[in-house]
């Protein structure tokens, strides 16, 4: 009975799992965002900026902040000066 139930065990792991996700990934675009510049970065403004440019992810960078340098297609990264307000919007 105890070798039943192991085989039934390791046969369940190799049954073939459905992968789910977005049909397709999120891109930034930042064109249509300069109207934001000049304005003051807050939580509230992210998730205007996230939902305008399509964005999954937001970075804010404020003067001095150590970045990476990898691109990620689907990250916004919104400069601020060192008053916290938006002086650049770009993707990667």
Same mark, same amino acid.
């Given at each position: 009975?105890?070798? /039943?139930?192991?085989?039934?065990?390791?046969? +369940?792991?190799?049954?073939?799992?459905?992968?789910?996700?977005?049909?397709?990934?999120?891109?930034?675009? +930042?064109?249509?965002?300069?109207? /934001?510049?000049?304005?003051?970065?807050?939580?509230?403004?992210?998730?205007?900026?996230?939902?305008?440019?399509?964005?999954?992810?937001?970075?804010?960078?404020?003067?001095?902040?150590?970045?990476?340098?990898?691109? /990620?297609?689907?990250?916004?990264?919104?400069?601020?000066?060192?008053?916290?307000?938006?002086?650049? /919007?770009?993707?990667?």
């Amino acid at each position: 009975m105890k070798a /039943l139930v192991v085989a039934a065990v390791l046969v +369940a792991g190799c049954t073939p799992v459905e992968m789910r996700g977005p049909s397709e990934p999120k891109i930034c675009n +930042a064109a249509s965002l300069g109207d /934001l510049v000049g304005k003051r970065a807050s939580d509230a403004r992210g998730d205007v900026l996230l939902a305008r440019s399509g964005a999954a992810t937001l970075r804010w960078l404020a003067p001095g902040t150590i970045t990476t340098k990898e691109f /990620l297609q689907e990250r916004l990264n919104v400069h601020t000066d060192d008053k916290g307000r938006i002086i650049r /919007l770009t993707c990667g």
